[in-house]
């Protein structure tokens, strides 16, 4: 079988990465069933690369010769710096191979000063290094080189998606932009999330904590017959509240984070907890360590707080409760939790309705950035 051939520029600018699903939604008046029609998602990662004359011809001479065919990708988005330098002859790569995509028996891309890359085969893959099948020759160009001048990155097998791009500032400068749909997608393990009845919950620090874009509404029909007033008839039971949030990483550890959760959700599939942080349930006083009554706020009418979950923004940790009754306390709502707290909840603790979401799409883009990655997601309310 023929050698691959390696796409081996190295990217110098914003690379994108696009997580595909597919789910099948069929809602009902009172819910929704959701069936995964593909349980890993396609990977497709466009590089945009800065290039000379010399890297602009051998993209178009590489193109010419292997466009329909498969390719081997360094996947740049998931680089790394080693731990230490590297010398000729040596047989491993000290770095953490938790947070990209090595695998056992496939390769690496090994990259000096930023220039075209070498990829070299791993024989194993263990926490802290990369074993490698044979030693490293010429892949470095001294004998010994700084670990500050290399870059290593997983390569995974691919097929070009488009055309490739090229435009030209000048002769000798110019930008490829280049699209791969990436081969054998990898089985990613959900991050340890808190969770309360049986969903995780994302209370991650990467959620940026912006003005969310919101939009409430629920499926109506407007009946007209152009005569009399116009009749309002509910399709649904389900109240559907939808946002976009936006996730931010930084660094190799939290952008594998990132892509982890994002894996967990399998597109529209699954669903899991989402604090509102809009901070709608104001104390109107302190609670004691075991009590289970709290005052606040009117809000909403007695019924809707029944069956609601809230997220308590507690000194020791955040906790989760549902509320159980509402009645009228004077000109408060006195709402029984599920359970009490097992600490005192003092008045100024921060209370938020938490909202069972899933993802309202299959497709999910990240953009990674020489500093972070950066995600936006529209999400929907679920029943809970």
């Known amino acids: 079988m023929p050698e691959l051939p390696l796409w081996s520029f190295p990217a110098a600018q914003e690379t994108s990465e696009v997580l595909e699903w597919r789910t099948d939604v069929l809602t009902s008046r009172a819910g ?16 945009r690369h800065r290039l000379d004359a010399l890297g602009m011809a051998r993209t178009a001479e590489l193109a010419r010769a292997a466009f329909a065919g498969d390719w081997q990708i360094p996947l740049w988005h998931m680089a790394l710096q080693p731990a230490a330098d590297l ?11 938790g947070v990209a ?16 890359a070498a990829a070299v085969a791993i024989a194993s893959v263990q926490a802290d290094r990369l074993i490698l099948a044979e030693p490293l020759v010429l892949q470095l160009p001294s004998p010994v080189v700084a670990a500050p001048r290399i870059t290593v990155a997983p390569i ?118 989402l604090p509102t942080w809009g901070r709608e349930l104001h104390l109107r006083a302190a609670m004691t360590s075991g009590s289970v009554l709290m005052r606040v706020a009117p809000v909403a ?27 009228a306390e004077g000109a408060d709502h006195r709402l029984t939790l599920s359970s009490n707290l097992g600490d005192p909840v003092p008045l100024t603790t921060k209370v938020h309705f938490l909202t069972a979401m899933r993802a309202d799409a299959d497709r999910v883009e990240i953009q990674h950035g020489s500093v972070a990655s950066e995600a936006t997601l529209p999400v929907l309310e679920v029943p809970a």
């Open 32 to 47: 929704e069933q959701r069936i995964a029609l593909r349980p890993r998602p396609r990977e497709i990662v466009t590089f």
């Open 87 to 97: 010398a000729q002859g040596a047989i491993e790569i000290l770095l953490d191979t």
């Open 101 to 116: 995509d090595f695998r056992s028996g496939g390769l690496a891309a090994i990259a000096v000063d930023g220039r075209e």
């Open 156 to 273: 995974r097998a691919g097929v070009l998606t488009s055309a490739i791009a090229v435009t030209r500032r000048r002769q000798s400068d110019g930008t490829v932009t280049a699209s791969f749909m990436l081969r054998n997608a990898p089985d990613l393990a959900a991050p340890v999330l808190p969770t309360y009845l049986g969903r995780p919950v994302q209370t991650d620090p990467s959620v940026v904590r912006r003005p969310l874009s919101a939009s409430l509404r629920r499926a109506v029909e407007y009946v007209d017959n152009g005569f009399g007033p116009v009749v309002v008839e509910p399709m649904r039971d389900v109240f559907e509240r939808s946002e976009t949030i936006t996730l931010k990483a930084k660094g190799p550890t939290t952008r594998q984070l990132l892509r982890r959760w994002l894996w967990s959700l399998r597109g529209r599939q699954a669903s899991f907890w």
């Open 301 to 327: 009418s007695l019924p809707a707080y029944v069956g609601r979950a809230i997220i308590l923004e507690m000194p020791s940790a955040l906790r989760f409760r549902t509320i159980t009754t509402a009645i």
